[in-house]
């Protein structure tokens, strides 16, 4: 799939599932998201288990998708699935400048069609921002 169609794909989702790794024990969350110029943004707080797991191992992968429909048939084996899916992998890195959490916030706001504000600077102190720069995606389309 073309990046044009990836790109639409992610436009199009709600939600992010960030795929970690803790040693041999997979970790996967849903997040809120932005995309831009090829890097995922996320939002979360400094202290937790994605936190941690992120400190001891930085690669991740990810997966959203859009467009989601069950198509139903009178024969439940035969029903179908509409779907767009995007899969990828890349480094995560904890943003620390407060100019770049406020531009990645931006990102975020704009993804789920918010105005970019300006954000106290005690709330963003206390935020983590995520970049996940992408060394890879892939896509899948439905013929449902």
């Known amino acids: 799939m073309d990046e044009k169609k990836l790109v639409r794909i992610i436009s199009k989702a709600k939600v992010c599932r960030l795929g970690?790794?803790?040693?041999?024990?997979?970790?996967?969350?849903?997040l809120s998201f932005g995309y831009h110029e090829k890097a995922l943004y996320f939002?979360?707080?400094?202290?937790?288990?994605?936190?941690?797991?992120?400190?001891?191992?930085n690669r991740v992968c990810f997966e959203m998708e859009a467009g989601l429909e069950i198509i139903?048939?009178?024969?439940?084996?035969?029903?179908?699935?509409?779907?767009?899916?995007?899969?990828?992998?890349?480094?995560?890195?904890?943003?620390?400048?407060?100019?770049?959490?406020?531009?990645?916030?931006?990102v975020i706001v704009h993804h789920y069609g918010g105005t970019p504000m300006e954000y106290d600077e005690k709330r963003v102190n206390g935020l983590a921002v995520i970049k996940v720069e992408i060394d890879s995606m892939t896509g899948k389309s439905s013929k449902g």
């Open 43 to 57: 939002h979360t707080g400094k202290k937790g288990k994605k936190m941690e797991i992120l400190k001891k191992n």
């Open 20 to 30: 970690l790794a803790d040693g041999n024990q997979p970790y996967v969350v849903p």
């Open 72 to 106: 139903p048939a009178d024969n439940p084996c035969k029903w179908n699935m509409r779907y767009e899916s995007v899969v990828g992998y890349g480094r995560a890195l904890v943003l620390e400048n407060p100019v770049e959490k406020r531009k990645a916030l931006d």
